[in-house]
């Protein structure tokens, strides 16, 4: 990180590649406050994360258990005009299936497929693995056969 400064200082400005791939290492180093504090800062660098720096960011706070961050997030990711992808919303799906959060996954679910995206591999292994655990009540199973 301080390397990264220095070169800031020094006049060199990187791009939002450079941004994405940096905010990606601090959350999966577990520097989630690192990484937090250099995504809120894109307004004064005159950047507008994208929907590769929504999804980091996303899934970085959902692997540190934040998952009302993260929604707060993905709601303010459209609310600034930049539409969540499929990855995206898988991303926050299972971020939500593996705190046993089901009610909110099936919401963001519903949500996401009326959005026309469908779940990949990793969300289906996640609720298969629910159900098959009956860790989904009945409600649950009937809109999860919808999906599927």
Not at 63 to 78: F, P, R, V
Request: hydrophobic share 40%.
């Amino acid at each position: 990180m301080t390397l990264f400064q220095d070169k800031e200082e020094c006049g060199l400005h990187p791009d939002i590649v450079v941004y994405n791939i940096l905010i990606d290492g601090l959350c999966r180093a577990g520097c989630i406050k690192d990484a937090r504090e250099l995504f809120y800062s894109f307004p004064s660098k005159r950047f507008q994360p994208n929907v590769f720096t929504y999804s980091i960011m996303i899934n970085g706070l959902c692997k540190e258990g934040l998952l009302s961050e993260a929604n707060m997030l993905l709601k303010k990711m459209e609310g600034s005009g930049c539409s969540p992808d499929g990855c995206t919303y898988n991303i926050i799906v299972q971020g939500f299936l593996r705190k046993n959060e089901t009610l909110m996954a099936m919401q963001l679910l519903q949500e996401m497929v009326e959005k026309g995206f469908s779940a990949n591999l990793g969300t289906v292994s996640l609720l298969l693995d629910l159900s098959s655990n009956s860790g989904l009540d009945q409600s649950v199973l009937e809109m999860l056969n919808k999906f599927l």
